[in-house]
């Protein structure tokens, strides 16, 4: 909205004219998001502890984690607060790209608000159940996807990392069931990851950085043609949605570092996943997306191993999972496990971004 407010009067102040440049308001909306969130954090932790939204504590984790419990949750709210007054300050509102990433992102926000009001109204960490939690997913994602493929008839060719060639043309009926999937179960591969302090929001923000690259190539024609990938016309708006989704979360940090005086909660999990899938659909970069995201992958394939191993042996390969609680329970403190996910999640985010080139 300022951006129309600001950029209607160029003609008249010559300097304006830079707002025209998707890269420059990418700066601007990194620095609005990051101020509302390191502004806003402290008054959300002391409202919160006033309130009493502290993090309840499942007695199945390590024990080591039982001192977090009545730590402020919900944190994600500061993020989702942050990144979009951010976006719908400097994003054009006529791109229909960035109104479909904010519907997602704020749908699922309030799946996870639903799940974590559940959770410390009843105790025990007993929220919406998992198949309730599906079902509005799917619903969410399902009408995201109708909406790009359906009316807008988005490109349905997949293209495929290293595989220049390779790249299928999908009937948008078929289409949709794959948007459906990369969106919710990337928004679910973040919240398993989301069990350390500071653990989840760094491949957040190193897989928000490969997606700002991707989405602003994709939407400028000539790096576009030059680099061989899809062109989207729109796509650079949504550039300034990622721009605002990492300063949020570079914000959010702050407080959320060992020892975090803020957890973000589902609310925050659900719907930072849940974007990053969208953003990849909409830079038709979402086969890059299980490399970008790696840390993800890895957490959740290490849930659906252990389950279903235990359930065909009832023994377990991992002392417990997501993996991050093995190599806690394997003596690994906190930090360390935090700190080499996020050096293992960089080389992920540069692998990824090499794909743009190694084609």
Known sequence: MLYLALFSM??????????????????????????????????????FRAAHIGQTIREDVPQTHQKKAGTPTMGGLLILASCLAA??????????????AVFVMVSFGAIGFSDDYLKLKRGRGMGLSGPQKLFWQFLCAFAAAVVLFGIFHFDTHLTFPFLKRLRPELPWWLYVPIAMFVIVGCSNAVNLTDGLDGLAIGPVMTTGFCYWLFTYVAGNLKFATYLDVPHVEGAGEVAIFCAALIAASMGFLWYNAYPASMMMGDVGALSLGAALGTVALLAKQEMVLPIAGGIFVIEAVSVIMQRYYYKMTHRRIFRMAPIHHHFELGGWPETVVVTRFWIISIVCALVAVSTLKLR
């Not at 976006?87 to 479909?100: G, K, Q």
């Open 10 to 47: 160029h003609t008249r102040y010559p300097a304006l004219n830079v707002l025209r440049y998707e890269t420059f308001r990418s700066v601007l909306a990194g620095l609005t998001a990051m101020a509302l969130s390191l502004a806003l954090g402290p008054l959300l932790i002391q409202r």
């Open 87 to 100: 976006t719908i300050l400097l994003a054009d509102p006529r791109d229909p790209y960035v109104w479909i």
